[in-house]
């Protein structure tokens, strides 16, 4: 699901039953303090903080270091963040008009940096739902 950056009515029940919640941040102080803000609110209302994984996302040419602030920051708030991050290029959002996915740029070294990512993020899904099975 795709939704605010709050623990709306809506919100809540479906990370209750999620094995991952996926938050999307960008590098700037105003997407992050929200984002952290919502990710408590979760850990707070009985999500389990393991199940909670930060994207950094956005991030413009020469923002390495903004980019790992932001992670260091997320990381110091005890949450997890994907190693790596996703830039702004506007190879996303085009490959995105065309009904394609962050992995199906025209360019493989975008693509590649999008699949690293979502392989990280697929290993820590696995990892959540074998917990969730071992502790049923």
């Given at each position: 699901m795709d939704g605010k950056a709050?623990?709306?009515?809506?919100?809540?029940?479906i990370a209750?039953?999620?094995?991952?919640?996926?938050?999307?941040?960008?590098?700037?102080?105003?997407?992050?303090?929200?984002?952290?803000?919502?990710?408590?609110?979760?850990?707070n209302?009985?999500?389990?903080?393991?199940?909670?994984?930060?994207?950094?996302?956005?991030?413009p040419?020469?923002?390495d270091k903004e980019a790992m602030n932001t992670r260091a920051s997320i990381e110091a708030w005890n949450f997890s963040v994907v190693r790596g991050w996703i830039p702004m290029k506007s190879a996303y959002s085009q490959?995105?008009?065309?009904?394609?996915?962050?992995?199906?740029t025209p360019f493989k070294s975008l693509s590649d940096k999008t699949?690293?990512?979502?392989?990280?993020?697929?290993?820590?899904?696995t990892e959540q739902q074998t917990a969730k099975q071992g502790s049923a």
């Open positions: 709050f623990a709306d009515t809506h919100a809540l029940p209750q039953k999620s094995d991952l919640i996926i938050i999307p941040v960008g590098i700037s102080v105003d997407d992050l303090e929200p984002s952290l803000k919502l990710a408590v609110e979760f850990a209302k009985g999500i389990d903080r393991a199940s909670i994984v930060f994207v950094v996302c956005r991030v040419d020469k923002g490959a995105m008009d065309k009904g394609l996915s962050f992995t199906e699949n690293k990512i979502i392989e990280q993020l697929f290993n820590k899904a």
